[in-house]
């Protein structure tokens, strides 16, 4: 893949002219996917999948063209001419755009995340024998991505991840279930019998029978999962340089009103901890980290070129959505958490959250999987699905109490298009007159 | 890549296929083209032209598949030995057993209908256009972001097979949008004309979606929403635009209504249903004049097609009649798992992954009142319009959708405009509580072009008939002070 991208690199430095400059990013992946139910296979396969965007520059002009890669072929080279030319046939219909911005200053970088894993075979078998009567649900992904980027400056940075990630979660009937994850860069079944048996501990729960919830006001323990999709609506938005120019940011009140959040909330972009490539598809080398929100007072934006060059601004993102954010951790023990929750709700996950009204901030969203009722510290039942609707300025905000001291660190599994490299590092959080209404 | 190459690649397929049970290929070759102007400036125009084939293999009861964009010799005999890689495997854990399923013995062609095309538009005439749209969006310096875009995809498609069957299919989709976006002080309110005004067809379907005829009206609606009331909380009655029937359609009777979930397929992810195979012929989903029927047949509507990614052949069926549930959204394999009839709905986004059952075209069958009857028929409530908020659970049953735009209904008549409309309701009992449906004339072909679901996961169009819709007894309410 390295030495057909650089291949590729040469060809296009060869074609263009003198007043030409090229940027060239490169996405592919090589992944097995298995979808399970009824811990049986619903639907098993393989993506190759290489795609190659080429932006042609002339002066403040520029067009892009994304185009499909067979691979070490002929054939290759043959598109890539073809959509330069394509490319070159649009430009002088194209105005000059103000807000072209991207890296003259040549930066290599070649980063490789390499594992140790069996053929997905053997994971397989390994998953499937282990949860053995269990009703596992889920999806199995596993291989490489790659992606890299080079211009006609001669700059070249290089990305390879490697890794599997098996999302999934047992169920007992209906909605009941217990959700859990796997992933990593080495595979260990010892680790995945362990999720398992953790899984049955708390559907053992779920038989009980289920405590019905009213509407009203609760406190309630948020897991790292829960919590992680009310940091997910807020990176909806809430952090790009652009939202908040344009005053579309759900935390606008923060920047306008000096409405702020729980002095333990700081909140950090930060690519060290995450898996993303260390470049921009402009050339541009991230930070190391973006503090977002420093104990609880809004801070920095996430600016992506084009806004950097819009706002006159520092390029500190790829794109001005956070892709590796860190919640830092807090004070409350893991072995605390129910004796400090007492009685209220301890909710493992949440689930297609929304905005109710943006400008406060307010979300709504639904519990899922396993959620608890606690009594003086005892798990006592699980509870039915309830909608929640509350404020970040208050969840986050005088109803935070605390934060755990642990943080899990969560691959996310999403595959629209290819695999995600995204990820989120968080804590759990306790928080009082949590707004439950439907 | 014409339609010549693509059989230029069936023929690869056909000689590399290795000896086994059952076999399909899906060859596909996508392109795009977006252009969007943002405050009066030309944003990136990108070109997409992507290609690549789906291999599915069956080995004694298994399946496997593999997809690759290599369409090389080399590229597709590497695909074949993956998926009988994977179909091997499959064969001693499979879900079901895919020796059961029917052979697509059959071949046909769809195509969508296309007056003006796409291609014949040069990219000046049509960034000109947006360029005039951006002008007129930025009326008052209380419009702080606004923006016009096209785009438009074109999807061919040859399915074949070990039977010899040859479907091969072409669509044309066409995608304005145009948002405006009203700032004061903190509060920001935005109108735009959404992704739900999306149709197949060429550029003549943008007079019918609103593009660009609704460009200064929603710059104007932005800014009375900075300065309107929240909408009244309280239990109202609701009249629902097409716009906003779309969501309402799409969420709480697509979704639960999708056999795969039905059958726990989703449950990981999308999630699962509160419909069981045992509601079907008999459930009251819905007052009597709720009709829903599966109908890929309406040309211009975004998720029409001939064949479904299996090559079933699609056909207007009911999904609802008269309230009563009649049959589930389910494509062959979910058909011969739950034995249940279904419709043609086996659909994967791309050639990267798999069909799985969605909803494709989902339609509320037009009833018989005007827009002005409806609103007529109302004593005390909200007309909301163009969906913003979407929330569901995972059994598709507690709802709480938002829009954009509220007028309260006094006594018969629109009266002043609201903002942060929200209504709540479970889908169980919100559909009985249909009382009157737009006829004909009021009904608009509309859809949404980015439904997600599926493990691994998939973004793929669909579309919906809706009538303005009247509800009674919703609980509705507005934003927080």
């Known amino acids: 893949m390295k030495h057909s991208f650089t291949q590729l690199v040469d060809f296009l430095k060869q074609k263009i002219t003198t007043n030409e400059q090229f940027l060239l990013n490169l996405s592919a992946e090589e992944s097995d996917f298995v979808r399970l139910n009824h811990n049986k296979i619903r639907q098993a396969g393989h993506v190759k999948q290489i795609h190659l965007s080429l932006k042609l520059i002339q002066g403040e002009k520029h067009a892009t063209g994304n185009i499909s890669l067979m691979g070490e072929s002929e054939e290759d080279f043959v598109r890539i001419h073809r959509l330069l030319n394509h490319l070159r046939s649009q430009l002088p219909f194209l105005p000059d755009d103000p807000y072209l911005n991207f890296s003259t200053e040549i930066n290599q970088t070649e980063t490789e995340h390499s594992s140790h894993l069996p053929e997905s075979q053997q994971m397989i078998d390994d998953i499937i024998h282990t949860a053995d009567t269990l009703d596992l649900v889920g999806i199995f992904a596993s291989g490489t991505q790659y992606q890299a980027f080079a211009n006609s400056f001669g700059q070249y940075n290089w990305y390879m991840n490697n890794n599997f990630n098996f999302d999934f979660s047992c169920y007992l009937e209906k909605d009941k279930a217990v959700k859990s994850g796997y992933a990593g860069y080495q595979w260990d079944k010892a680790s995945f019998v362990q999720r398992i048996k953790n899984a049955k501990q708390q559907l053992d729960i779920l038989k009980i029978p289920e405590k019905i919830i009213q509407p009203g006001q609760y406190r309630v323990y948020l897991a790292p999962s829960a919590l992680a999709e009310i940091l997910s609506m807020m990176a909806w938005g809430g952090f790009g340089l652009k939202s908040h120019k344009t005053a579309q940011t759900p935390l606008l009140k923060m920047t306008k009103e000096n409405r702020h959040l729980s002095s333990l909330v700081t909140l950090s972009e930060n690519y060290t901890m995450g898996l993303t490539p260390p470049f921009t598809r402009q050339g541009f080398i991230k930070p190391k980290q973006v503090t977002l929100i420093k104990q609880g007072k809004y801070q920095d934006c996430l600016t992506s070129p084009r806004s950097a060059k819009e706002y006159d601004q520092i390029v500190n993102a790829d794109s001005e959505m956070p892709s590796s954010l860190e919640l830092q951790k807090g004070q409350l023990k893991q072995d605390d958490i129910l004796q400090t929750l007492e009685t209220g709700l301890y909710i493992n996950n949440l689930w297609y959250c929304n905005y109710s009204d943006r400008n406060e901030a307010r979300i709504t969203g639904m519990t899922r999987f396993a959620c608890f009722w606690v009594e003086n510290g005892e798990i006592k039942a699980p509870i039915s699905v309830m909608r929640f609707d509350d404020s970040i300025y208050s969840m986050l905000g005088n109803n935070l109490l605390a934060l755990t001291q642990q943080q899990d660190f969560i691959l996310d599994p999403d595959t629209y298009s290819q695999r995600s490299t995204a990820s989120i590092k968080l804590p759990g959080a306790l928080i009082e007159n949590f707004t439950l209404t439907l | ?481």
């Open chain 2, 1 to 481: 890549m014409n339609t010549e190459d693509l059989f230029k690649v069936a023929h690869i397929v056909k000689q590399q296929v290795p000896s086994v049970d059952a076999w399909q290929a899906r060859i596909i070759h996508i392109e795009e083209e977006s252009r969007s102007v943002r405050q009066d400036i030309l944003q990136p125009v990108t070109t997409e032209d992507d290609m690549g084939i789906m291999i599915t293999l069956g080995i004694g009861g298994g399946m496997g598949y593999a997809a690759t964009s290599d369409l090389s010799l080399t590229g597709i005999s590497s695909a074949m030995k993956q998926a009988k890689y994977w179909a091997e495997i499959c064969q001693h854990k499979k879900l079901f057993d895919a020796r059961s399923l029917p052979l697509m013995q059959h071949s046909g062609q769809y195509q969508t209908n296309t007056i003006q095309n796409w291609k014949d538009r040069s990219i000046s005439d049509s960034i000109e256009q947006l360029y005039q749209i951006s002008k007129q969006l930025k009326i008052s310096d209380l419009i702080v972001d606004w923006s016009a875009a096209l785009g438009w995809k074109r999807t061919k498609s040859l399915i074949i097979n070990q039977a010899g069957s040859e479907i091969l299919q072409q669509r044309e989709q066409i995608l304005p949008h145009i948002s405006a976006t009203a700032n004061k002080g903190a509060e920001t309110q935005s109108r735009c004309l959404g992704h739900e005004m999306s149709g197949q067809g060429g550029l003549e379907q943008l007079q019918r979606l609103g593009f660009p005829d609704k460009a200064k009206s929603l710059a104007n609606e932005a800014i009375v929403l900075l300065d309107a009331d929240n909408c009244p909380n309280g239990t109202l009655d609701l009249l629902l635009s097409p716009g906003q029937m779309v969501l309402q359609i799409h969420e709480s009777i697509g979704h639960p209504l999708e056999l795969d979930r039905i059958l726990g397929d989703e449950r990981n992810y999308a999630g699962t249903s509160f419909v069981t195979e045992e509601m079907f012929g008999q459930y009251e989903y819905g007052s009597p004049l709720l009709n829903i029927t599966f109908d890929p047949t309406h040309n211009e509507q975004l998720a029409s097609y001939g064949y479904d990614d299996d090559g079933q052949l699609a056909e207007k069926q009911f999904i609802i009649k008269e309230g009563i549930l009649q049959r589930p959204l389910g494509g062959q394999t979910s058909q011969l798992r739950a034995n249940l009839s279904g419709v043609a709905n086996a659909r994967a986004c791309h050639w990267n992954r798999p069909a799985i059952d969605r909803m494709a075209n989902l339609n509320l069958e037009a009833g018989t009142s005007s827009f002005e009857e409806l609103v007529s028929s109302i004593e005390n409530g909200v007309l909301m319009d163009t969906n913003k908020s979407w929330s569901i659970d995972d059994s598709r049953n507690k709802f709480q959708f938002g829009c954009e735009m509220g007028y309260l209904i006094k006594n018969g008549e629109l009266s002043k405009v609201v903002k942060n409309p929200n209504y709540r309701g479970i889908s169980a009992n919100f559909w009985r509580n249909l009382k009157g449906v737009g006829h004909q004339k009021a009904t608009q072909y509309l859809g949404t072009p980015n439904c997600g679901k599926g493990e691994p996961n998939q973004l793929i169009e669909v579309g919906h008939a809706a009538p303005p819709c009247h509800f009674s007894n919703v609980e509705v309410f507005g934003g927080a002070k």
